[in-house]
């Protein structure tokens, strides 16, 4: 289930030209807020721009950034959501940052299909951009 709840925010254009609009997102799963994940929004049939990425903290908060320019914000739009996080060899969860190539012993945090390109999660972002809560309909690994 994906909610939207509306906070007027705007962020203007970035360097490629294209209106972005500013998001709060939140990051839940069955088991409480997802912290140290990475958010991956994937831009939708008639929603422009490269996509967006957004690193959520202990409390599963986080904002976006476009994936290429690094501009703040993201084009209004339909989006598929991919979430990551990455859970050591202890089961304790890593950075929003860390790598598998940093940590060869980790794994994913999320179960598929959510962790993956083809994630079933989608989010609309309306012209005024705002609050956005994510909800994923599983238990995530880490402790």
């Known amino acids: 289930m994906v909610c939207g709840t509306l ?6 254009c970035g360097g490629d030209g ?17 912290r140290n994940a990475t958010v991956q929004l994937i831009p939708q049939a008639g929603t422009e721009g490269e996509g967006a990425i957004g690193l959520a903290d202990e409390g599963g908060k986080f904002t976006v950034i476009s994936s ?11 989006y598929r959501v991919r979430v990551s996080q990455l859970i050591d ?11 598998q190539a940093e940590y060869p ?17 989608e989010i609309s972002v309306p012209e005024q951009g705002g609050k956005v809560i994510i909800e994923l309909p599983v238990q995530t690994l880490g402790k």
Do not use: C, K
Request: hydrophobic share 30%; aromatic share 4%.
């Open 7 to 12: 906070l007027s925010v705007i962020v203007g």
């Open 68 to 78: 290429r320019n690094r501009d703040a914000g993201l084009p209004p739009g339909r």
């Open 89 to 99: 060899g202890d089961g304790s969860v890593l950075s929003a940052e860390a790598t």
């Open 18 to 34: 294209v209106t972005r609009v500013g998001i709060e997102g939140e990051l839940l799963a069955q088991n409480g807020p997802v």
């Open 105 to 121: 012993f980790s794994r994913e945090g999320v179960p598929p299909p959510y962790s993956s390109p083809d994630s079933p999660l």
